[in-house]
């Protein structure tokens, strides 16, 4: 018989940790062979981010990764998601050029360590750090042919070093913001755009398009490698990360509704095809998959990876986001919750809940495990406050109050197969075209000492987990 107390509990092997990419927190970005990430010149540039400052320090992770683990093991964490930096691990990024092994080995004992303290690695191959050489050689992701054979070989190395200890692999995190922030809207490196006066060069109206299908076939292929050649003996997963928030309608017009749902139908990983929508909306800039990579595409997740933060109101706009225009205001003239420091971002549990039943009970996931891989809140001018003020950070706690109950709800009354939860962020860190202004840690990082000091988020997420989740024979 199973007690009321388990049955009130996640499972025992349901995972929990937090989450971090590695041009965020490393830093030493001129150190032992690594070579340029498309972040790196990028970040230099003026305005490119919002405070000016750029990631050759960020939170100095490289030299002070065994203090970070040590404070991931204090926390209790079950898992730590991290990035690998693929042009530390290859320098020139290409399939012909030569693997760093300082790049390797830096992987590896940080890959040691986490098991040595009971974390499990859960780790993304490519988070937005393409190496600045491909983009140079042949214009990087806008270049289906040879990206997809790089990225492929890039994979390989990492799965032949890493696969035997690393038993959860991510592909790439958010393909949306390479192709639209990078491409579309030009905010992200490598910052190519229609708009003469952000970008020298770029179409918004075809490049993210050609990106996002580079993209989707090197995710694709790397997951057929690692199922051919790797899996059988390593025994691990392997799946992709997209980004998707709640989408509710504004108001009950046929419009908005329909609105509401264009919002969240972007998705060929799962569906073997473009919806029929974007094809629509597209048309001849939509670029087509041939039968055979379609083949390659449909199916190729082991489990489905979701960032998620907020809920948005929507009624129609433009094509970046399936012309669906997003609101926090209700009709009435209220907010739908608190105010993150960036301006996309409220506070809306409801929202989560039902992002997870929706996403559980389309038949696209109902045979994959389905794991929440960011979800957080930055708390509107922490920048600015004292330390002490900021570790009291009340806003991100009530985020993650209701957030935290909305998973449970979601497990335990509706029925959901959510498998993992990691909050973003483990650490204060560079938030890319934000800078250091906007703080999604739950650990604050004073950047002048680069001490790490917990805030209460951490201190509530740690005795949450530990009171709701099934401690098995522990």
Request: hydrophobic share 35%.
């Amino acid at each position: 018989m199973m007690s009321a107390e388990v049955a009130n509990k996640l499972p025992k092997d349901f995972i929990w940790g937090f989450a971090t990419a590695s041009f965020q927190i490393e830093g030493s970005t001129n150190v032992d062979g690594r070579g340029k990430s498309i972040w790196d010149d990028f970040s230099k540039q003026p305005k490119k981010t919002l405070d000016g400052r750029d990631g050759d320090v960020a939170t100095d992770s490289y030299r002070l990764w065994k203090e970070d683990i040590a404070l991931l093991a204090h926390y209790g964490v079950k898992s730590y998601r991290f990035s690998l930096s693929w042009s530390r691990i290859i320098p020139l990024g290409g399939r012909n050029d030569p693997v760093n092994p300082k790049g390797i080995a830096f992987y590896s004992n940080l890959i040691d360590a986490l098991l040595e303290h009971g974390i499990i690695p859960f780790v993304t191959l490519y988070h937005w750090d393409l190496p600045q050489a491909l983009h140079d050689r042949y214009g990087g992701w806008l270049n289906k042919d040879e990206i997809v054979q790089d990225y492929v070989h890039y994979a390989k190395v990492c799965f032949q070093a890493f696969g035997d200890r690393v038993k959860h692999w991510l592909t790439v995190n958010e393909p949306w913001c390479v192709s639209i922030l990078g491409y579309g809207r030009g905010v992200f490196a490598p910052g190519r755009s229609s708009d003469r006066e952000r970008s020298p060069e770029g179409d918004s109206s075809t490049e993210p398009w050609i990106v996002g299908h580079s993209v989707i076939l090197s995710h694709a292929h790397a997951v057929r490698l690692y199922r051919e050649e790797f899996k059988a003996v390593q025994g691990g997963q392997i799946g992709i990360t997209l980004n998707g928030d709640w989408a509710m309608p504004y108001d009950d017009s046929p419009q908005n509704v329909e609105a509401a749902q264009h919002a969240l139908d972007v998705d060929p990983i799962y569906l073997g095809h473009y919806p029929e929508y974007m094809k629509q909306m597209l048309q001849e800039r939509l670029p087509e998959f041939t039968p055979e990579e379609l083949k390659v595409v449909k199916g190729s997740s082991d489990f489905y990876g979701m960032n998620t933060y907020t809920t948005h109101l929507c009624s129609g706009d433009d094509e970046f986001q399936g012309f669906v225009e997003y609101t926090f205001i209700r009709p009435d003239g209220t907010q739908l919750g608190t105010q993150a420091h960036c301006a996309w971002l409220q506070d809306y549990p409801e929202g989560f809940r039902d992002l997870l039943n929706y996403i559980w009970k389309l038949g696209r996931c109902a045979d994959l495990d389905f794991s929440v891989t960011e979800n957080g809140f930055a708390v509107k001018d922490e920048s600015s406050k004292p330390i002490e003020e900021a570790l009291q950070d009340n806003d991100r706690v009530n985020y993650f109050k209701g957030n935290t109950a909305s998973i449970k709800a979601a497990v335990l009354e509706d029925g959901v197969d959510v498998r993992a939860y990691f909050p973003w962020s483990f650490l204060d860190n560079f938030e890319w075209a934000d800078g250091y202004i906007t703080r999604f840690g739950v650990t604050y990082v004073d950047y002048e000492t680069q001490q790490r000091y917990p805030k209460e988020s951490a201190k509530f997420l740690v005795k949450w987990f530990g009171d709701n989740v099934d401690a098995g024979d522990r």
